[in-house]
Structure formats: C-alpha cells, structure tokens
C-alpha cells in the first residue's frame, strides 16, 4: 500500500489516533513535518517536548527523540536539554494553557534568554483535553465550561507578550493558512534563538460547541478566517475594528546573542 510522503517521520502504527474529528492541532503536526521535511531536518538530532494537553500530544507521534509528561514545563525541559546537548533541535508543541496560563512565567524567560528552541503554539483559545475551561487567550464574552455566562477577562495576545519579553523570531498564523505557517514554520526551525509561532487553530469539540455553538470544523475555521487579518490588511483598519482580531504575519525576526548557561556548564 502506497504510504503519506511523511508517514516515514510517524511512529508505524504503534499509537492510537488521538485527536478528534476535525482537530486543528492535528494540522499543526502535518504543518510541522512538512516544514521539517521541507528543510530536511535531521529526526536523529530532533527534540520534540510536549507538556500535557491536546497539543503537548504531537511529538508523542513522531520518530524523534521525545519528551511527555508535565502541564506548563516544556521549557525548563528545554533549557536543560540544550544547556546539556546543543547541537540537538529542540522543538517545543505547547497548547496556549501549556505555554501562557502554567507556563506563562517560563515563556517570558526564555524569551528574555534568546533560548535556543523553536516553539510552536497551537492556540485553541481554550484549555482543550480537560474540556473546554476558559484560558487566557479566549476572547471576550463567549461561553466556555466554566464561564456559562460569557467571559469578562481581556486575553493575551500570545505574540505581543513573546516580542516584549525578547523572541528573536515571532509569527501569527491560523489553521486556516497552511502555506504561510509552513513557511514560518521552516524560518522558525532555520532560526538561531528564541523562535515563537502561534497557530491560531480549531476546536470544534470544545471551543466551538461552546463557544461559537458549533462542532462543525468547516464552521469554526470559517469564524478563524472572519476574525483574521494579515499585518498589511490590519494596517487599513481602525483601531475599533481591531478588537480581538487575530493579526497574522511575522512579527520579529532578528539575531541577538543565545543563551547558553554559565561558562562552567559549556566546559
Ligand atoms: C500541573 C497540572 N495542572 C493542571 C493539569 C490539568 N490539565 C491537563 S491539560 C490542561 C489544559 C490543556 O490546555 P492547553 O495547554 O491549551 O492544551 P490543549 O488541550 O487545548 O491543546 C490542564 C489544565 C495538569 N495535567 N497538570
Ligand atoms: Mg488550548
């Protein structure tokens, strides 16, 4: 039988599918091995670090040396990796619970280091895998399972807080735009620092049925796309017309000094 081209960087068979229908974090696992095997990315020197959630499930699939286990904690993971073993590719897969609700505080220092990792947000705009709880990115007003009556807080912008707090690299990009985040994806991965893509993604099971009172995939990356807008669209718009878009395109890409440990630990 004739094998998906990235089948070959897939452990054969050996787990179950996971995701549920229609799940955009699965697309970001397609979006990441395309990206991967576009720039021939060697598995044998690959670290994929997921912590707990929907998205921390990705590396778990993959052919490559991978890390599984704590909500919020990629990024210590990371830093003692690479600290230890720097010539190895470390990629970090973190729900947007995992990266800025338990590890908000890791991000902005890891961040603020230029860490040598690649981080890839798949931004659900709730905590998935426990059902559907708000997060600090979900937009205002809308139900979520612990918000029955509507949202009242104002939420991170995810690539906002990575600029400011130092990320040498930093994109916005949606499900709905798999060519543009593949290509960020690859200039994330080629990147030498601290580099941050957010993927503003699908959840029809948990986030849409709530909060959009929908479950079709089609339906909520249709909502994605209408409250899309690329930095140049965004440019021609009001500031009004701004609130809670999600602005899309690379917001940083520049080179500074990586962080690597005290002298003593690179001996
Ligand atoms: C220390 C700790 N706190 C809380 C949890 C419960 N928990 C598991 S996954 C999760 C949220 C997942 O949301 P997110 O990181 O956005 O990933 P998603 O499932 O949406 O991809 C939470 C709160 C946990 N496993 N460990
Ligand atoms: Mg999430």
């Known amino acids: 039988m004739k094998k998906h081209p990235l089948w070959k960087y897939l452990r054969d068979g050996s787990l179950p599918h996971f995701f549920c229908s229609g799940c955009g974090v699965a697309q970001i696992l397609n979006f990441f091995l395309k990206a991967a095997d576009e720039i021939s990315l060697d598995f044998d020197k690959l670290v994929g670090i997921g912590g707990v959630g929907c998205t921390a499930r990705i590396p778990v699939y993959m052919k490559a040396d991978v890390l599984h286990g704590v909500h919020g904690r990629t990024l210590p993971w990371a830093t003692g990796i690479k600290l230890h073993k720097p010539d190895l590719k470390v990629v970090i897969f973190a729900g947007d619970g995992d990266a800025v609700a ?11 280091r230029n860490l040598d990792v690649t981080m ?24 979520t399972a612990t918000t029955p009556y509507g949202n009242q807080e104002t939420p991170f912008d995810l690539c906002k807080l990575a600029v400011t ?9 949606t499900t709905h735009k798999p060519k543009r985040a593949i290509q960020s994806i690859k200039k994330a991965l080629l990147h030498e620092g601290f580099s941050f893509v957010e993927i503003v993604c699908q959840c029809p099971t948990n986030f849409g049925r709530r909060a959009l009172s929908t479950d079709d995939a089609v339906e909520c990356l249709e909502w994605i796309k209408e409250n899309s807008a690329t930095i140049r669209q965004a440019a021609e718009m009001s500031p009004e017309t701004l609130v809670n878009k999600f602005v899309l395109g690379e917001f940083v890409d520049v080179n500074r000094p990586v ?5 003593v630990l690179n001996k």
């Open 120 to 143: 890839i947000v798949a931004n659900n705009l709730t905590f998935g895998m426990t059902g559907g709880q708000m997060a600090p990115t979900t937009p205002p007003t809308v139900k």
């Open 165 to 173: 707090s130092g990320a040498t690299f930093v994109a916005r990009w």
């Open 259 to 263: 962080f690597a440990g005290s002298s």
């Open 102 to 112: 338990i590890g908000g505080n890791h991000l902005i220092h890891a961040a603020r």
